[in-house]
């Protein structure tokens, strides 16, 4: 399992053919990729954290993951600092012997850094800077796992 918390962009492909190398004994890997959007015409998104317990939120979040669907083995990355639209923001990726597995876990780490894990969001745009707030949506597909946050 890694976590990383980092500010330079990651090589997408890299990172999941490194993440699938080698593992005879999973069947399934499954990622996801989140980009910073435009939404409303903005320019540019910063993300904030306190290194050290970001770390640790996500790796105990990712443990748990591990834990509940049998996982082979987990990769998060998030990026702090500036972005800008199209760049990409984080990834998961999740491997086990069975897809199903592979596919809730990577819903459930999805579902929890949208939600709980402690990064503070700004977008930029023509406007100036706005904080992103919390959205219903994200809280609501949270609930969905409950008695595991």
Do not use: N
């Not at 004994?25 to 989140?34: E, I, N, Y």
């Not at 904030?48 to 979040?61: D, L, N, V």
């Not at 083995?73 to 012997?97: F, K, N, Q, S």
């Amino acid at each position: 399992m890694a976590v990383r918390v980092q500010a330079a962009p990651f090589d997408l492909g890299a990172e999941v053919t490194a993440f699938a190398e080698g593992r005879t004994d999973l069947g399934a890997v499954v990622t996801f990729t989140g980009l910073v959007r435009a939404d409303g015409g903005a320019t540019a998104m910063e993300i904030e954290h306190y290194p050290g317990m970001t770390e640790r939120a996500i790796a105990a979040i990712a443990d748990e993951a591990a834990r509940r669907w049998s996982l082979g083995d987990v990769l998060v990355i998030h990026r702090h600092g500036r972005m800008a639209p199209g760049e990409a923001i984080m990834m998961v990726a999740t491997a086990a012997r069975h897809r199903a597995d592979a596919f809730a876990a990577a819903e459930f780490l999805m579902d929890y850094l949208k939600s709980r894990a402690p990064f503070w969001k700004k977008e930029l745009g023509p406007d100036g800077a706005a904080w992103v707030a919390a959205k219903d949506a994200d809280e609501s597909a949270l609930e969905r796992w409950s008695g595991g946050t």
